[in-house]
Structure formats: C-alpha cells, structure tokens
C-alpha cells in the first residue's frame, strides 16, 4: 500500500507530469531530488527546503531528458525480448559438409595455385604483393586466382 506523499512531494511530481515525465518518472526524480537534498543538508543549512527539492527535481528532469536525446532511451532487462541468432542444428551441418566439400575441391587444385588463391582470399593480400612474393607478373597471379574460383565454383556448384 502506497503511502501519502507529502504537499511539496506532490506539487513537485505534479510539476514534472505537466513537462512531459510519466508518474513513474516522476516519483523517481522526486526520490532523487529528496536524497539530494538530505545529503546536501548534511553539511549546509538550506533557507527554503521546498524551493531546493523542486528545482533538483526540475533539473534532474532535464539531465535525464539531455541524456536520452543523446543516448538514446534505456530499455528494463524486463522489457527486451532476447532472440537466439545462433544457427540452428541442420545449418551448422550443412556448413560443415560445404566445408568439407570446399577442402576437397582445394585439394584438388595445384600447390602454387591453391598458395596463390589463399594469399589472396584469406591472407587479404594484394595481387601485387602476390607477385613479389612469388616472382610472377600479376597477370599471372589473376590467372590462378581466376582458375581457382573457376574450378571451386564448379566443384560447389554440382553439390
């Protein structure tokens, strides 16, 4: 069972509702702007309690309506819905089986042709750094590439 609030809890939250906050979110900030103020009491004497409590509250209104604009809203745990993305089993099955159907098609190709295709497809290097590495002409490097995307398409394509 809820309590009474106060008059000044109750002007202050009122306050709020008029600039857009929920009641939730309202009582939040009046709860805030209260322990405030009891800590802030603690060291200093304050003249106008009430005066205190509703500018706290008008301005932890408007950090948290700062920070949602530039943050974003924040959702409650409560409220997300989690989906599992996580393949399911007949897809990592499969995956695994073109896997095993791509390495036999890369066995299949020529050592300095499978290098060649792999510095490239997996390594990330250039035609270029290719070339230098093995001493050939990047034509001739775009050659194996191509003959071993040829050939591996081919292979996969009948699977």
Same mark, same amino acid.
């Given at each position: 069972?809820?309590?009474?609030? @106060?008059?000044? $809890?109750?002007?202050?939250?009122? #306050?709020? !509702?008029?600039? +857009?906050? *929920?009641?939730?979110?309202? =009582?939040?900030?009046?709860?805030?702007?209260?322990?405030?103020?009891?800590?802030? &009491?603690?060291?200093?004497?304050?003249?106008? @309690? &009430?005066? $205190?409590?509703?500018?706290?509250?008008?301005?932890? %209104?408007?950090? #948290?309506?700062? %920070?949602?604009? %530039?943050?974003?809203?924040?959702?409650?745990?409560?409220?997300?819905?989690?989906? =599992?993305?996580?393949?399911?089993?007949?897809?990592?099955?499969? #995956?695994?089986?073109?896997? #095993?159907?791509?390495?036999?098609?890369?066995?299949?190709?020529?050592?300095?042709?499978?290098? !060649? $295709?792999? *510095?490239?497809?997996?390594? +990330?290097?250039?035609?270029?750094?290719?070339?230098?590495?093995?001493?050939?002409?990047? *034509?001739?490097?775009?050659?194996?590439?191509?003959?071993?995307?040829?050939?591996?398409?081919?292979?996969?394509?009948?699977?």
């Amino acid at each position: 069972m809820k309590t009474p609030l @106060p008059p000044i $809890f109750k002007r202050v939250k009122a #306050a709020l !509702i008029r600039r +857009g906050r *929920s009641g939730d979110d309202a =009582d939040d900030l009046v709860q805030e702007a209260w322990v405030r103020l009891a800590c802030y &009491e603690r060291e200093q004497v304050v003249d106008v @309690p &009430e005066a $205190f409590l509703m500018r706290t509250a008008l301005n932890l %209104s408007i950090d #948290a309506h700062r %920070s949602s604009v %530039s943050h974003g809203e924040q959702l409650m745990v409560d409220e997300v819905v989690l989906l =599992d993305t996580a393949p399911g089993t007949e897809a990592i099955v499969l #995956a695994r089986e073109r896997m #095993a159907r791509l390495s036999l098609g890369l066995g299949r190709l020529t050592d300095k042709t499978r290098e !060649i $295709f792999l *510095s490239h497809r997996i390594d +990330g290097l250039t035609y270029q750094e290719i070339a230098q590495n093995h001493g050939l002409s990047i *034509s001739t490097v775009e050659k194996h590439v191509a003959k071993a995307t040829l050939q591996l398409t081919s292979w996969m394509e009948g699977w």
